[in-house]
């Protein structure tokens, strides 16, 4: 429920989807679950709920087993892809546990379906949870090898007729470069999904920038490592780089 002090505030959105790298858990660890970052991050989230905001997630598996990694090791893709799904799992019950923990009544929904831990995917639950007031995690990807959790993010985006997908990276938006390798890059304020596209620029993959454009759901990708920035792109404050239909030819 928003909070006495968040009512007197207005999202710009009214539904959002939240997609978080497995990276993005480990803090500054080369490996699994930091608790402290995972505890920011699920306040960050509260933050958002107590605007009145309905919140949707999507949790990659990065920094427990990658399945373009182990493909690219001679493990066949099919079977890489399934245990990095797996991996993602094992987030969203993390980071269910650390909502919880902070008073966030949160479901986990698996598209591969594991009744012991999570419901199974089901688009009308899922919605419905949303409008309690409860926050969704989805997991486990789209249940399919070959799509990315970026993918899994824009098509569980779209069924839930989220407002706008919030793609939480390291970086404070989309650069000409890598600003960490190249001091000379400069941000974007805005793209086209047609410029992602054609300029090749790593955003999501081109499944997800594609799907995003042919639905029109705006995407932000932002910097989540600052405290508070998931609220502020929430409220509307200008923070990142905005996808959307921008001079499309």
Do not use: W
Not at 33 to 47: F, G, M, N, R
Not at 89 to 95: D, F, K, P, T, W
Not at 110 to 115: D, G, P, R
Not at 154 to 160: D, G, K, N
């Amino acid at each position: 429920m928003p909070s006495d002090r968040a009512a007197t505030l207005k999202p710009s959105y009214k539904r959002i989807l939240l997609k978080l790298s497995g990276e993005a858990l480990m803090g500054d660890g080369k490996y699994g679950i930091s608790p402290k970052t995972l505890s920011a991050i699920a306040q960050d989230v509260k933050d958002c709920v107590e605007l009145g905001v309905e919140v949707a997630l999507t949790i990659g598996g990065g920094n427990i087993f990658r399945g373009v990694s182990g493909a690219t090791e001679g493990m066949d893709r099919s079977s890489a892809d399934y245990m990095g799904m797996l991996a993602t799992v094992i987030n969203a019950m993390a980071l269910q546990d650390a909502l919880e923990k902070i008073g966030v009544n949160t479901r986990v929904q698996s598209a591969i379906e594991m009744h012991q831990v999570a419901e199974p995917y089901i688009r009308r639950r899922a919605i419905r949870h949303l409008e309690k007031g409860r926050v969704v995690i989805f997991a486990a990807g789209t249940g399919n090898p070959y799509f990315t959790t970026d993918t899994a993010a824009s098509l569980r985006a779209m069924e839930i007729h989220a407002d706008v997908l919030l793609k939480a990276t390291k970086v404070d938006g989309v650069y000409t470069d890598d600003p960490k390798k190249n001091p000379t890059a400069t941000k974007f304020k805005q793209l086209s999904y047609i410029d992602v596209l054609k300029k090749n620029l790593k955003v999501m993959d081109s499944t997800a920038i594609s799907l995003c454009m042919d639905n029109d759901l705006p995407i932000i990708v932002f910097d989540s490592t600052l405290r508070g920035n998931v609220r502020r792109v929430v409220l509307g404050e200008t923070i990142g780089t905005t996808v959307g239909r921008f001079d499309e030819k």
